[in-house]
């Protein structure tokens, strides 16, 4: 296991479109360790392969301690409701904002083990899976379709 370098904005490989996994090679299993181990090192609850130089469909999230949903080929197939929450990246460091963002999505991914798997997210979870399955369009929460304000501590 390895802690991966965190791709910042401003980097061109951060807009790129990600390539679907065709194969659950040991690579890619070493990538998933790899990512949850990077993504608890930064203390994020969600990236992509992207974030870590790699342009393929993979992601990990984390929004519950302990509960970690590892994305092969993720797609969010049904969205419900709408959310008004704050957001950040470990791509973009130092800002965070408010987005729009579905209150529950429905994504279908395969599993680790190959095994296809369908879940619904609501709140955080909703917002974590919409925001990673953006990284793999080349999207950041930053973009103006879904940055809504910048968001300032209050006193
Ligand atoms: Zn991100």
């Given at each position: 296991m390895a802690i991966l370098n965190i791709v910042k904005e401003g980097d061109p490989l951060l807009r790129k479109t990600s390539r679907p996994v065709t194969e659950i090679t040991p690579r890619i299993l070493t990538l998933l360790d790899d990512m949850v181990d990077t993504m608890h090192r930064a203390n994020g609850c969600g990236l992509a392969a992207v974030q870590v130089g790699v342009l393929r469909r993979v992601v990990v999230i984390e929004v519950e301690e302990g509960v970690v949903y590892e994305m092969i080929n993720p797609r969010i197939v049904a969205y419900a409701g709408r959310q008004e929450?704050?957001?950040?990246?470990?791509?973009?460091?130092?800002?965070?904002?408010?987005?729009?963002?579905?209150?529950?999505?429905?994504?279908?991914?395969?599993?680790?083990?190959?095994?296809?798997?369908?879940?619904?997210?609501?709140?955080?979870?909703?917002?974590?899976?919409?925001?990673?399955?953006?990284?793999?369009?080349?999207?950041?929460?930053?973009?103006?379709?879904?940055?809504?304000r910048e968001y300032e501590d209050e006193e």
């Open positions: 929450e704050v957001e950040g990246c470990l791509s973009v460091p130092g800002r965070s904002g408010y987005t729009t963002r579905p209150s529950a999505v429905t994504v279908r991914y395969t599993d680790r083990t190959g095994e296809e798997r369908e879940l619904r997210g609501k709140d955080l979870l909703a917002r974590a899976i919409c925001h990673e399955c953006d990284h793999l369009d080349g999207k950041l929460f930053i973009d103006k379709d879904i940055f809504v």
